[in-house]
């Protein structure tokens, strides 16, 4: 059974544009919410994180929503860039456990 | 200097054969595990470890063993690989309050023919 959801499988977006990107959960008990990035070739790395007390984080262009009755995050990319092209994870977690469940990713590719 | 550091980056097995993958960490977190990453599947969780001397199974165990001697060291071992464990394999440490957060290397490519 999968605990995470996440959709796109791909996507792509012109230079400048915004990109959106969803997941959903299962596990009512979820309350961190990370988003993670990878690049063709090396491992993946933290880009943003919300918890579940939380409606809205910002970090530059990268805002992450969190829906808890809808049990949906997003992750929405403003003036989208070149560079940003990567698979990009949603993942869940009680906060103060060890695991990490992680989405099957989608692959961004942002066209000049 | 990078905290998470994989060994080998490529490898060939045969069917049959022991693999075994090495993975250290400069970061001095407690927590650490392995992954394996295939097209539609994500990351999916192998082993982890909670620390020095402790293995616990992650959602996909069968076919892998793992090993935790000191806080920074853990592999992965593939008593007898198959075909079916052809894949990317990525290690991370983790740690945090509130969430943990995981720092991951590079990735091990095998390829089991």
């Known amino acids: 059974q999968q605990q995470v959801r996440q959709s796109p499988q791909s996507l792509t977006v012109w230079e400048g544009g915004t990109t959106v990107l969803t997941c959903s959960y299962e596990?009512?008990?979820?309350?961190?919410f990370p988003w993670y990035q990878q690049f063709p070739g090396e491992g993946p790395a933290l880009l943003i994180s919300i918890l579940s007390v939380s409606d809205k984080k910002e970090d530059g262009r990268f805002t992450t929503f969190f829906n808890k009755r809808e049990k949906k995050l997003s992750l929405h990319i403003i003036d989208s860039q070149p560079g940003d092209s990567a698979t990009y994870f949603c993942a869940a977690s009680v906060s103060n456990y060890n695991v990490l469940y992680f989405g099957s990713g989608t692959k961004l590719t942002v066209e000049p | 200097e990078a905290a998470v550091t994989q060994s080998p980056r490529n490898k060939v097995a045969v069917t049959g054969g022991k693999v075994t993958l090495s993975c250290n960490q400069t970061n001095n977190h407690n927590n650490m595990y392995w992954y394996r990453q295939d097209t539609g599947h994500g990351l999916r969780l192998i082993h982890y470890?909670?620390?020095?001397?402790?293995?616990e199974k992650g959602d996909i165990p069968d076919g892998y063993k793992a090993s935790r001697p000191s806080q920074e060291n853990f592999s992965l071992i593939l008593e007898l690989a198959t075909p079916s464990q052809t894949s990317v394999y990525f290690c991370?440490?983790?740690?945090?309050?509130?969430?943990?957060?995981?720092?991951f290397g590079p990735g091990t490519r095998l390829t089991v023919l």
């Open positions: 991370a440490s983790g740690e945090g309050t509130g969430g943990i957060e995981q720092y």
């Open positions: 470890s909670y620390g020095a001397g402790s293995t």
């Open positions: 596990d009512s008990t979820f309350n961190y």
